[in-house]
């Protein structure tokens, strides 16, 4: 059988139609297909777990660093509490948690013979708060108390200035006097005053 | 007997000398060929992230740990009535300096108040309650009440001055009422 000779066109054709290209294109299809099943099930996990590990150490270690904060900050505050740990016990009495006025009533009783009066009665009351009570304190509640006072008008001032110079920080709210005297001749000043407590009872616990 | 295959004698470049055709057969042309490459990459990155999965365990566990400790230390009894007194104490002191700042002391204008009636008026009452301010006076004559009364509302101190005058037997009575201005804190 005589072999037919083939022209140019046939071979482009050959070329063309060559199973080699085929074999390119598979391996190509197959390749990228394998190198993504790859990134998706083997590599893109391994890189998520990482990730998330990184982020728990970033979150304990922050939380590692504001407990040492918090640890340090408790330390210093218990070093300047021991030092000042008689001061820290007075503001129990000038702030007291219990309605337990002691250290009030001794500084009236003081500032109310210092300036020449007598004191009449004492009263304490919840406070009737208005609008002129604008302060806004997280844990000092304004209470009432009541004083009456027997003496002359003319200290009256220096009383009223004592009151309010007290380290309790008491507003004098209300005074009246009228110029009826007494036997002795001296006047009945009834005066009221804001003063704070503390309404939690284990604040200082 | 084996007889090797025959490979076709042949010096065409365009076709091979030797392209399998079965599936199973370009599989493993290709693993031998790509695919060896790709799970050698693959295996280096998975060996990689494998030990270094092993220091970021150690480093996450060691953290654990001292987290633990330091939250045990916290949740000592001591240390927990420790940072609500400090905490307590802290509040404390801002509201008194709140309070210190931010409240008008009224000794001050109670002082004002009874320094500035003039000696011609006589107090019979006084009442200051929460900036409001009464008196009950006696004068002899008008011409003082009218000075007071032209001076308290001339002051900017005192607003909605208000007078009511009543002739007795020999006195003048005068009832003065008025607000004080509050300040803004």
């Not at chain 1, 219990?98 to 020449?116: C, D, K, Q």
């Not at chain 2, 509040?91 to 000696?119: C, H, M």
């Amino acid at each position: 059988m005589e072999k037919k000779g083939l022209n140019t066109t046939e071979y482009i054709k050959i070329i063309k139609e060559s199973p080699e290209k085929k074999k390119g294109y598979a391996f190509a299809i197959v390749t990228v297909v394998v190198a993504i099943a790859l990134v998706v099930l083997a590599i893109r996990p391994t890189i998520l777990t990482i990730s998330r590990i990184n982020k728990e150490i970033k979150e304990k270690e922050r939380i590692d660093t504001a407990l040492t904060q918090k640890i340090s900050t408790l330390t210093e505050l218990d070093k300047q509490y021991t030092e000042q740990k008689a001061n820290f016990t007075s503001l129990k009495l000038i702030y007291p948690a219990n309605a337990n006025f002691s250290l009030l009533l001794a500084n009236i009783e003081s500032v109310v013979s210092r300036n020449g009066y007598a004191l009449g009665s004492v009263g304490f009351d919840k406070y009737d708060k208005n609008e002129n009570y604008k302060i806004s304190a997280k844990y000092l509640v304004p209470w009432s108390l009541r004083v009456t006072v027997k003496g002359r008008v003319v200290n009256l001032i220096n009383l009223l200035k004592d009151f309010e110079g007290m380290p309790m920080y008491p507003v004098v709210e209300s005074v009246s006097y009228s110029s009826q005297v007494d036997k002795a001749g001296l006047t009945t000043f009834g005066i009221n005053m804001r003063i704070y407590q503390i309404e939690n009872s284990n604040f200082y616990e | 007997m084996f007889k090797s295959e025959k490979q076709p004698q042949s010096i065409d470049f365009l076709q091979p000398v030797y392209s399998p055709t079965d599936i199973w057969s370009n599989a493993y042309m290709w693993l031998t060929e790509v695919g060896k490459y790709l799970l050698i990459a693959v295996e280096v990155i998975v060996l990689g992230v494998f030990i270094s999965r092993f220091v970021l365990d150690k480093k996450n566990n060691d953290l654990t740990e001292e987290v633990n400790s330091k939250v045990t230390l916290l949740s000592n009894d001591t240390w927990k009535k420790n940072t609500v007194l400090f905490d307590n104490y802290q509040s404390l002191l801002f509201d008194v300096q709140k309070i210190r700042e931010g409240q008008e002391i009224n000794s001050t204008a109670v002082s004002e108040l009874i320094n500035g009636v003039p000696s011609s008026l006589k107090i019979k009452n006084f009442s200051f309650t929460r900036g409001k301010v009464s008196f009950l006076f006696t004068a002899n004559n008008l011409n003082a009440i009218k000075n007071y009364e032209s001076a308290l509302k001339s002051n900017t101190d005192y607003h909605d001055v208000r007078f009511t005058i009543s002739k007795d037997s020999n006195e003048i009575n005068v009832r003065a009422t008025f607000s004080l201005y509050e300040e803004e804190e």
